[in-house]
Every structure is written in structure tokens, then in C-alpha cells.
């Protein structure tokens, strides 16, 4: 038969074609060398207790990937023996546990293979995977027999109200089992990655768990006490809403407040720290001030119970008003000289004279001033007396300016900066003043008195014949516009 040259060039094209075609489907597809040579594939065996209808050509899986295939499952003097064909370019853990799973609802069966760990050596040609690694799945026949059993043993109406209240208790929930189910599955997932940290919690929980058991008299008080408190919750649920209401707007309110102290809180929390290490110094003193606070206020309460309740005509305080002015004299050492005093009605404040201003007669003097600075107790330096915290602090003693009561020193030196001048160590013998003192007799029955500066003043009101009233209220109030 003669074929055109166009025809041959096309059977030979559609030959090689087929050819092509044909080796493809056998190496890609049918993989013809692996079944029939075993290329690119070791064998595994596989011990088990019983075949569990585990058959020939069943997939292999390792992470959910097929890796290999069974080749023949035979009976073995132990068991039964499954060879496994797996895929030489995976590497397949050799500490691992082999499973027989369904892989469908109408029995499927395929072999899982589970490493334990990712170290060690890889499985390789001829390894044996032992029966105590490997599992098989029940018998389907003996589940559905327990599952009949199970059922028969329930009484048929009980059956019945079981299927009916399941059907209520789960009718239309099945997204939220499904999400159920699915979070089951990943929290499973997840405890299988974090296997060895549960394990060790597992381990390591048993101290925790004995101390509670040794401790339930302790957890049952505290289990009680919060059933009171929640029980206080309960009955006062009106006023844990009004504080739920109105909680936000006042700490909203107290926000606000510390931003506008912000500028100047710190400042004041600067000084309350200084203030803080003068209180933690003196505290005993202030310990003795608030235990005997109490018995001042309560005797100066008990003055005015003389009269109380009573028939005479006079009701007032049982108290004396006797002033005894003058004695004993005041002191006038160590303060600014009669030259420099300032008037009693002026109401300005100049800057404060330079130099510390108080009372420098002997400590012991027991007739005037003893309650001024000179006796103050230094706290830090238990038996020592002196009117300042640095003489407190340091080695230096109180000497008095002079013995007398009179004022005594420079005029002129609190006006230079100069502190009033403290006498020598060993002071000469005193020597007369004759400058002015700062004492001035009147004459009761004029009123006229010779000033420190040697002048005659007139001060009518303390006459005898003076008009308006002499009591000593009147003596401490100012002057009332008018009067000489």
C-alpha cells in the first residue's frame, strides 16, 4: 500500500506522541519502576497484633501526607506482618508509632505513621517497627454490638425523652458545636505540640495540689468570707450601682484636680518630705503634745463647770485673771535695744533683723523666761539644752549674753548684720551701763514719763483723771481714732 510522505510524517508524529504519552502515564502516573523494581523506595516492616482488615495497597501517611503504600500484609508466629513501601526522598523519623486508622465511613483503612520526636536516625531498607508501637482500631463489629447492647439496656420511653430533650437542648446550635468542635480540635492540636511543657505542669502540680489539701481549713474560711462579702454585694446592690454611676464621674473630678495641682504638687510634696524628717525627729515631743492635749482641753472644760447648774447669781469661768504683770520681769538680753523696737500698731513687715533673737540669760535662771528657747531639750542629743539645731548638733554649749535681765550689747549691731555679740570665755567683771536702758516710770497721776532718749513724753490716758475707761481690755486694744 502506498502512503504520501505527508501521511507517513503524520503516523510517525501521532507514534511518538503516543509514545510520550504512554511513558509519562507509566513513570509519572503508574510509577511502573517503583511497583515493579522498587526504585526510589525501601521496605518497612510492620509487627501487629491482628491484621484489623488491613489490606494490600492501603496508603501510607506521615503528617498527613502519603509517603508509601502497603505491599502485602501476612501472618506472622507473633501476629501478622504489614511491609510497608515508603518513599526514599522522605525522611521518616525512626522513634515513631505506626497507626491503623479508617480513613473513610465505609472502612477505608490506611497506616499513619507518628514520630514521637524529630531526632535520631531516619527510618531506612529493613527496619521493623515492634507491635508495642503500633496500634489497630476496634472491631466495628464488637462496637456496634456494645452500642445495641447499650441501647437495648435503656428503657425505650427513657430513649425516647433522651432523643426528644437532645433534640431541644441542641436543635439549631449546629454553627456553635461545629465552632465547638473545631476549637476542641485546635486546642488538641496545640496540646500535642506543647506535649513535654504539659507533661512537666502535670508532674510538677502535685506540690501545688498537696498544699491545697493541707490548706482547706484556710480555703473554706476564705470560700465563706467571700460568700459574706459577695451576700453584702447583694444586699447593698443599690449602692455598689450608685457607686458604678457615680465612680467615674468623681475620678474624673479627681483627675482634673491633680492636673490642675500638677504645677504646684510636687513642690508641696517636696516640703511635706522635709516636713516628714522634721516629725520622724521630734516624735516623741509630738507623742508627749497628743498625750497631754487631751488633759489640757478637758481641765480647761472643767473650768466652766464651777458655776454650772447652780443657784447663785454670778454663772462665769472658775478661772483667776489675775495677770501678774511684771512678775517676774521680762527679759530684754539678747533681743533688739529699746532704740530699734518697732510700735506695737504697725502693721507692715520689714525684713527680719539679721541674727537669732532670744532670750541669752543663764539656763538655770529660775525666775524669768524659763520656758524660753535657751531650755529647748535637743532631740538627737539627749541631756543637752541649747536654742538652736545647730548648737544641737554640735559641740558647742550655750553661754548667756549677761545675768542680768536688762538689755546689754551694741545698739547698733543687729542694724550692720552682726549677731548680738556673745561674751568671752572668760568674761571681765561687769562694768555700769550708763547709756539709756529701755525702762521708762510714768507718773500715775499725770501720765508724763521720761523716754529712753532722756525727753519727757505725756501719755494722757494713763492718767488717774483720764477720761474713758482703765481696764486692761482696753489697755490691749489700738487706739480709736480721736483719742490723745
Not at 525501601?42 to 502519603?66: E, F, H, I, P, W
Not at 426528644?164 to 505540640?193: M, Q, V
Request: net charge negative; hydrophobic share 35%; proline share 10%.
Amino acid at each position: 500500500m502506498y502512503l504520501s510522505k505527508r501521511v507517513r510524517l503524520q503516523l510517525a508524529i501521532f507514534a511518538m506522541v503516543t509514545v510520550v504519552a504512554g511513558g509519562s502515564m507509566a513513570f509519572a502516573y503508574l510509577r511502573l519502576p517503583s511497583l515493579l523494581f522498587g526504585v526510589g523506595r525501601y521496605q518497612v516492616t510492620m509487627k501487629l497484633q491482628d491484621a484489623a482488615s488491613l489490606y494490600r495497597d492501603a496508603n501510607v501517611t506521615y503528617r498527613g501526607t502519603t509517603v508509601g503504600r502497603v505491599t502485602d500484609v501476612r501472618l506472622s508466629d507473633a501476629g501478622v506482618d504489614a511491609m510497608l513501601s515508603l518513599q526514599s526522598d522522605t525522611k521518616i523519623p525512626a522513634d515513631l508509632d505506626a497507626h491503623v486508622g479508617s480513613q473513610t465511613a465505609v472502612g477505608e483503612l490506611f497506616v499513619d505513621l507518628v514520630p514521637r520526636s524529630g531526632d535520631g536516625a531516619p527510618l531506612k531498607n529493613g527496619d521493623v517497627i515492634p507491635a508495642d508501637r503500633t496500634s489497630v482500631p476496634p472491631d466495628i463489629n464488637a462496637l456496634l454490638r456494645a452500642v445495641n447492647t447499650g441501647v437495648q439496656a435503656i428503657p425505650r420511653d427513657n430513649l425516647t425523652t433522651v432523643i426528644d430533650e437532645s433534640y431541644t437542648a441542641f436543635g439549631g446550635l449546629g454553627p456553635d458545636l461545629a465552632r465547638l468542635t473545631r476549637g476542641a480540635t485546635t486546642l488538641a492540636i496545640d496540646t500535642r505540640n506543647n506535649l513535654p511543657a504539659l507533661t512537666t505542669l502535670i508532674d510538677d502540680a502535685k506540690p501545688i495540689l498537696d498544699t491545697q489539701t493541707e490548706t482547706s481549713d484556710s480555703i473554706q474560711t476564705w470560700a465563706s468570707n467571700l460568700a459574706q462579702v459577695t451576700n453584702q454585694l447583694q444586699l447593698q446592690d443599690e449602692s455598689v450601682q450608685g457607686l458604678l454611676v457615680n465612680g467615674p464621674p468623681a475620678a474624673d473630678q479627681v483627675r482634673q484636680l491633680f492636673e490642675r495641682v500638677q504645677p504646684t504638687l510636687p513642690i508641696l510634696l517636696a516640703n511635706l518630705v522635709s516636713l516628714g524628717q522634721v516629725a520622724l525627729t521630734y516624735q516623741p515631743n509630738l507623742e508627749q503634745i497628743l498625750a497631754l492635749y487631751p488633759i489640757e482641753i478637758a481641765g480647761l472644760q472643767g473650768a466652766a463647770l464651777a458655776n454650772r447648774n447652780t443657784k447663785q447669781d454670778y454663772k462665769g469661768l472658775f478661772l483667776s485673771f489675775n495677770l501678774n504683770l511684771n512678775v517676774p520681769p521680762p527679759c530684754r538680753t539678747g533681743y533688739l535695744p529699746a532704740q530699734q523696737q518697732r510700735a506695737p500698731s504697725e502693721v507692715d513687715y520689714p525684713p527680719k533683723p539679721p541674727g537669732d533673737l532670744y532670750c541669752r540669760i543663764p539656763q538655770e535662771s529660775g525666775l524669768t523666761n524659763v520656758r524660753g528657747a535657751r531650755n529647748l531639750p535637743c532631740v538627737t542629743r539627749p541631756g543637752k539644752r541649747a536654742p538652736t539645731v545647730k548648737m544641737c548638733e554640735s559641740d558647742e554649749n550655750y553661754v548667756p549674753l549677761n545675768e542680768g535681765t536688762n538689755w546689754k550689747g551694741d545698739p547698733n549691731a543687729t542694724l550692720s548684720g552682726q549677731p548680738v555679740p556673745q561674751p568671752p570665755p572668760d568674761p571681765p567683771p561687769p562694768v555700769p551701763v550708763t547709756a539709756p536702758i529701755a525702762v521708762a516710770e510714768y507718773d500715775p497721776s499725770t501720765g508724763s514719763y521720761i523716754g529712753p532718749d532722756g525727753k519727757q513724753y505725756r501719755q494722757a490716758d494713763l492718767g488717774q483723771n483720764a477720761a474713758g475707761q482703765h481696764t486692761w481690755q482696753d489697755m490691749l486694744l489700738p487706739p480709736k481714732d480721736g483719742d490723745p
